[in-house]
């Protein structure tokens, strides 16, 4: 079991920035972020594989940034040029590879509001 704990969010005007955070406790093969707004699915922001392999959605490329610290397992999230449409809870999943098998993990989640 690899439990997850998110903060970072809150509420920022069009154009700032915020940087989420993501402790596992736990080491993950990969850390993902995902984000979902109500009555809609959750969709992937975000991975980082290993230490440094990483890949954005289209709609956030150039603007957030995955990284990670392996000494802490934490994730983080930059999120830059925050747009109104990047309002959403954001989660925290974390993949393991035990014996062959994947298996998934997510946080509570953390709720970013951006404002026009």
């Known amino acids: 079991q690899v439990q997850l704990v998110e903060s970072g969010g809150g509420l920022v005007q069009a154009g700032g920035s915020l940087k989420l955070s993501c402790t596992a406790s736990?080491?993950?093969?990969?850390m993902n972020w995902y984000r979902q707004t109500p009555g809609n699915e959750r969709d992937f922001v975000a991975v980082i594989i290993g230490g440094s392999s990483t890949n954005n959605a289209d709609t956030v490329k150039g603007r957030f940034s995955i990284s990670r610290d392996d000494a802490t397992n934490t994730v983080y999230l930059q999120m830059d040029s925050l747009k109104p449409e990047d309002t959403a809870t954001y989660y925290c999943?974390?993949?393991?590879?035990?014996?062959?098998?994947?298996?998934?993990?997510w946080g509570q989640g953390t709720h970013v509001t951006v404002t026009s």
């Open positions: 736990g080491r993950a093969s990969a």
């Open positions: 999943n974390a993949v393991t590879v035990t014996g062959g098998q994947d298996k998934s993990y």
